[in-house]
């Protein structure tokens, strides 16, 4: 993930198993890598973050002080990770990292439980505080929320939102999904009415996910106000395999997009919708060769 600093240069978050020629500061095996580049794209300064274990990266948000919080997936614990819930190498947990605007830690928080915890997703800052949007296994720990499926412990992945305050605590967590598989790719803050609105797929047919189309998943895009609480859900797609990848602001109201396999032009192509604030459908096309 990347986002534009005040100064017109980029901030970038990706994961890096090196430790030379650009890289510095390794902790071992793979580590969360931000580099800071101007708007020509020359290197201003570099950090890792991580542990002797393996860290992939998620996405990352400017904050109001211009410094950066970003989120990965740690497979271990030590150095800038405080906890490893699951204690297997197979699982991993959220890490939440706040830094100034040099790339300084300032705090990192270990979020997840016993399951695997996801890459996908959002951190959001906003609301005077932060949004992590990923999606989990996990039923213990820090995921707390059985709301969307009372007496029912899935072992399939469900969207989750944490809500954080500025000094990385969890104030709420709040999940989202059906007895399948249910996995989101991006989320974004509307500022428009205080909402967070997620899209990816789903793979359920009950519970919270209504208008399943059939095939093996659907594009599943969901809208909660502010303290995380369902506005609408809707399923988008065909009888084949439907991927929500991406959602941005429109005027009328929103574009998801995607991909569907097999498409009506090719193997694998692009599917937008365009639907309004209420998560209706206006229209959509697929593109592709």
């Not at 997936?73 to 947990?93: E, K, L, R, W």
């Not at 890459?119 to 059985?146: E, F, H, K, P, R």
């Not at 084949?240 to 009328?252: L, Q």
């Amino acid at each position: 993930g990347a986002v534009q600093t005040p100064d017109g240069g980029y901030a970038v978050l990706a994961y890096t198993g090196s430790n030379d020629r650009d890289v510095s500061g390794n902790h071992g095996a793979e580590d969360l890598w931000l580099i800071r580049i101007d708007s020509l794209g020359t290197l201003l300064w570099q950090k890792c973050y991580g542990s002797a274990y393996d860290e992939q990266s998620g996405a990352i948000a400017l904050t109001p002080d211009n410094g950066f919080i970003f989120f990965g997936v740690s497979n271990g614990a030590g150095g800038d990770v405080p906890t490893h819930y699951s204690g297997s190498q197979f699982d991993g947990d959220w890490i939440v990292i706040k830094t100034d605007s040099l790339g300084n830690r300032q705090w990192s928080k270990s979020i997840g439980g016993l399951g695997d915890e996801e890459t996908y997703g959002n951190i959001l800052a906003a609301n005077g505080g932060y949004y992590l949007v990923s999606s989990s296994n996990s039923t213990d720990y820090d995921c707390t929320d059985t709301f969307w499926h009372p007496g029912l412990h899935s072992t399939e992945y469900n969207y989750f939102i944490f809500r954080l305050d500025t000094a990385g605590n969890i104030l709420w967590d709040s999940s989202y999904g059906g007895s399948r598989g249910d996995i989101v790719y991006n989320a974004i803050w509307d500022s428009r009415d205080s909402t967070i609105v997620m899209n990816g797929l789903t793979a359920s047919f009950d519970y919270m996910v209504t208008g399943y189309h059939g095939g093996l998943a659907d594009m599943w895009v969901i809208k909660t106000d502010k303290n995380g609480t369902l506005k609408w859900e809707t399923c988008l797609g065909g009888p084949n395999i439907d991927n929500g990848t991406g959602i941005t602001i429109a005027p009328h109201g929103y574009m998801a997009y995607g991909n569907t396999d097999p498409g009506s032009i090719g193997h694998k192509n692009a599917w937008i919708f365009a639907i309004d604030s209420g998560g209706n459908l206006v229209t959509d096309k697929i593109f592709g060769g």
